[in-house]
């Protein structure tokens, strides 16, 4: 399992490399540039903004500069002032050696002048991925008991009326249901805070409206994978057996059918937390979602490098996870 995990880190730093490589054609195949659309900009400031971000270098000269900063570790001699330490992402003082090492610099934004790359993840990625992570929550204590209940209840009110619901939920996106529900608590009844971010209470709605949308396709995938586990032949052999059904339910079928649904937990995970543009822009919220949509806009590619890649990270290691979670679900899954 070590070595499986250990390779696995590996493959992901090539995943990485091509991802980046691609990012970084994408970008710049597109006609235009970062300051191609500033009003009023003299030719001779164009100059000197494109030479000041190696903009005017041959493309592969770009790339690798771009990618030794992030790439590359570097050793300095001594504590440094948190000014410099916020290009890197990961910073390190070893004791010992009285050195410390930084790692991970995705560069400065083009348009936001104060601002680096890492210091704008590093101020939105926790807003991020909180409301990701209560999104999730949502999402999982919604949709799999739904799933469960109308699998089990198959043909009946029970199971038509969970249906309805992950019916409303899959056709009803977080551009409308954000909206009413910030209308309806935030405005009307004054329950909730309409916009914001802050506390509790700024998360309850747009948690929701992102984990309602998402419990409604779990629990369509739990139904499904529940019946059909519930017709195999080990069930049916620990029914005859005469074991309690909520044992042949709970132990036997219940972690068989999870596989599929533990599949699309971990890359959901991974977008949720990485920001959702149209949850951060309806609720006001500063996550990285709606940086890397505004980026994208503004053709500002350090920011689109830095959130595309860590958007991948996310997944893989969510991946990572999830194939680890199969063991555990189904024994007879072994890596070597």
Do not use: C
């Not at 900063?69 to 890197?88: C, F, H, M, Q």
């Not at 992402?89 to 410390?100: C, F, K, V």
């Amino acid at each position: 399992m070590g070595r499986y995990i250990v390779r696995r880190l590996l493959q992901m730093f090539l995943v990485l490399f091509v991802v980046s490589l691609l990012t970084f054609a994408t970008m710049r195949a597109v006609p235009g540039g970062p300051f191609s659309t500033e009003k009023n900009l003299p030719p001779r400031a164009l100059a000197q903004l494109e030479a000041k971000y190696n903009l005017d270098e041959p493309l592969y000269m770009q790339y690798l500069h771009y990618m030794g900063d992030i790439a590359i570790p570097r050793l300095t001699e001594n504590r440094l002032p948190p000014s410099v330490l916020n290009d890197y992402l990961i910073n390190i003082y070893i004791p010992g050696i009285d050195r410390t090492l930084r790692w991970m610099n995705f560069g400065p934004s083009y348009k936001s002048v104060s601002q680096t790359v890492n210091s704008i993840i590093k101020s939105t990625l926790p807003v991020s991925a909180t409301l990701g992570t209560g999104a999730l929550i949502v999402a999982v204590f919604i949709g799999i008991p739904a799933g469960v209940i109308a699998a089990l209840k198959r043909n009946t009110r029970w199971d038509y009326a969970a249906m309805s619901v992950a019916i409303i939920g899959v056709s009803v996106p977080v551009i409308i249901s954000g909206p009413i529900l910030r209308y309806v608590f935030g405005v009307q009844l004054k329950w909730l805070p309409p916009t914001g971010w802050g506390s509790f209470e700024h998360m309850i709605m747009p948690a929701f409206a992102l984990g309602f949308a998402e419990s409604a396709r779990l629990a369509r995938l739990t139904r499904a994978s529940l019946l059909q586990v519930l017709n195999e032949d080990y069930i049916r052999t620990a029914r005859a057996k005469g074991l309690h059904e909520r044992i042949v339910i709970g132990i036997h079928a219940l972690k068989n059918a999870m596989i599929p649904v533990v599949t699309t937990l971990g890359p959901l995970f991974a977008f949720l937390a990485t920001g959702s543009f149209v949850a951060e822009l309806i609720f006001g919220i500063p996550g990285m979602g709606k940086f890397f949509v505004v980026s994208i806009t503004n053709r500002d590619y350090p920011v689109i490098m830095g959130t595309t890649l860590l958007l991948a990270t996310f997944v893989i290691l969510a991946n990572l996870f999830v194939d680890l979670v199969y063991v555990w679900l189904d024994p007879r899954i072994q890596y070597s």
